[in-house]
């Protein structure tokens, strides 16, 4: 499986704006797909954003469009979740996730990094 690494979560005010970062290691010859989760208390785990490794083609929640935006780069096998305008209700975990060639949808995860939103 493709591990993955997050960081980048933080503190911040509503308004602000933060990047979180995903590196993988591992397999990553295998990569099909990368996104975003999150999850906040109380909570089940969402869909935040997505990235085609290979064509780049990307898709978002619509709790998120037009604020957040993913990116990645495959020389580092990384992808990048920069979070605009952020509110409240963006308090989560985030969750970095990878998909395989021939599987659909992801099935690896990394440990989850904090995001906190203080109105």
């Known amino acids: 499986q493709v591990q993955l690494v997050e960081s980048g979560g933080s503190l911040v005010q509503a308004g602000d704006s933060l990047r979180l970062s995903c590196a993988a290691s591992r397999r990553t010859f295998s990569l099909a797909r990368m996104g975003w989760f999150r999850q906040a208390p109380g909570k089940e785990r969402e869909f935040v954003a997505g990235?085609?490794?290979?064509?780049?083609?990307?898709n978002y929640s619509d709790s998120v469009k037009g604020r957040f935006a993913i990116s990645r780069d495959n020389a580092q096998n990384t992808v990048y979740l920069q979070m605009n305008s952020l509110k409240p209700e963006d308090t989560a975990v985030y969750y970095c996730a990878a998909g395989t060639l021939g599987i659909d949808g992801f099935n690896s995860w990394g440990q989850g990094t904090q995001v906190t939103v203080s109105s």
């Open positions: 990235i085609s490794w290979r064509s780049s083609i990307t």
